[in-house]
């Protein structure tokens, strides 16, 4: 989505950092063609003058986070569950939300307007759901952390297009439990004090491994940032709000780890030292030795560090193989923040500094070519 002001990205959640597998993971542009042929025979795209309630949430979700931007194309087809998605399909020029027939029935407008809001989040965002079930290990943790944290951003849009912190909780609520307004009473300080009663029990296997945060979690993370001086700027409020949007995100990762008792700022930095032990092996392999001078480099730099994997990768795939899964690990990284950037920037420049240039040249070409100079 080109056109849009800039507000999203000021409120951006500091751990959504989608990785390049994150990007190159999707749905490839041929299915989502596919997809976007079965919408047009199965689905009904919203219309003002067929679906005038939808189109009005549509309409006030659009105006408030895109202005003049590109606006997405909404589709309705028959489901009973609640649900709603959003994807760009290839050799189309704007993104297409999916929404059941179900979550229009029992959301009322504002909360219709935050589902929207969130699903525009996501494109605007450019968060896309690979498929994580081939990844193992550390690769998949980070790609599910890196899913989660996407679903607290958007939410965040969600709440701007509807300007209703209510309204937003409780369209969350609908949606996890199934039931319409009849049969539930939005009560925030009980579900938080649910969350609470979760967290005394310790971290939880099921949310570490989950594409979404738990959805006790994402109310929390709504209140916090309903309460940050970014949110009142955004809606017209400036000079309102107790916490900064840093302060907001502090909290939320805190929670994060209670929750699945790890957090992406933890993964990541097992994958840069990783990515560090890599380079390095990918100077030293690049004539076939293992010199006194690169031992002597290599243990003061990772004496503490079980090296193993990365040896064996030298040993049986030699330079070629080091260099492969450097790039590899870099894709999975993605996005980090300034001080990983610069630790990872300093490390290099003292390979650089302390080997050959015909040594150093094969690492300085791989990492250029994925945007580390």
Do not use: W
């Not at 951006?12 to 542009?29: K, L, M, N, T, Y």
């Not at 004090?193 to 570490?208: A, D, L, M, N, V």
């Amino acid at each position: 989505m080109p056109h849009f002001d800039g507000m999203l990205n000021s409120i951006r959640f500091s751990h959504d950092r989608p990785s390049r597998v994150s990007i190159e993971g999707a749905v490839s542009e041929e299915r989502q063609e596919s997809l976007l042929t079965d919408l047009l025979h199965r689905s009904v795209k919203i219309r003002p003058e067929t679906f005038p309630r939808v189109a009005s949430a549509i309409q006030a979700a659009e105006s408030r986070l895109l202005g003049e931007g590109t606006s997405p194309d909404v589709f309705v087809h028959s489901d009973a569950n609640m649900q709603a998605c959003c994807f760009l399909p290839g050799h189309y020029d704007h993104p297409v939300i999916l929404l059941t027939s179900s979550l229009i029935e029992r959301l009322e407008l504002d909360e219709l307007t935050s589902v929207i809001g969130h699903e525009i989040g996501h494109a605007v965002y450019k968060h896309n759901n690979p498929d994580h079930s081939t990844l193992e290990g550390l690769e998949r943790l980070k790609i599910l952390a890196a899913s989660r944290s996407a679903e607290v951003r958007a939410d965040r849009a969600g709440l701007l297009a509807c300007r209703d912190l209510n309204a937003a909780v409780s369209a969350l609520i609908k949606i996890t439990t199934g039931l319409g307004v009849d049969d539930i009473r939005f009560d925030i300080q009980a579900f938080l004090r649910q969350f609470s009663e979760i967290t005394e029990k310790g971290p939880s296997i099921s949310e570490t491994m989950s594409t979404h945060p738990l959805f006790l979690l994402r109310i929390r993370a709504l209140f916090m940032f309903s309460n940050s001086l970014e949110y009142h700027n955004c809606v017209g409020l400036s000079g309102k709000g107790s916490i900064s949007l840093e302060e907001a995100d502090r909290g939320i990762m805190r929670d994060i780890r209670k929750i699945s008792g790890l957090s992406l700022d933890e993964i990541d930095d097992e994958l840069i030292t990783q990515i560090l032990i890599l380079a390095s092996f990918a100077v030293f392999t690049s004539d076939g030795k293992f010199s006194k001078e690169e031992q002597d480099f290599f243990k003061e730099a990772f004496g503490g560090i079980d090296t193993s994997e990365a040896v064996k990768l030298a040993q049986v795939k030699g330079h070629s193989g080091v260099l492969y899964e450097l790039r590899r690990r870099l894709s999975l990284l993605g996005g980090v923040s300034a001080k990983d950037e610069a630790r990872m920037k300093a490390f290099f420049g003292v390979l650089y500094d302390s080997f050959p240039k015909e040594d150093t040249r094969p690492l300085e070409a791989a990492l250029n070519s994925l945007g580390y100079v």
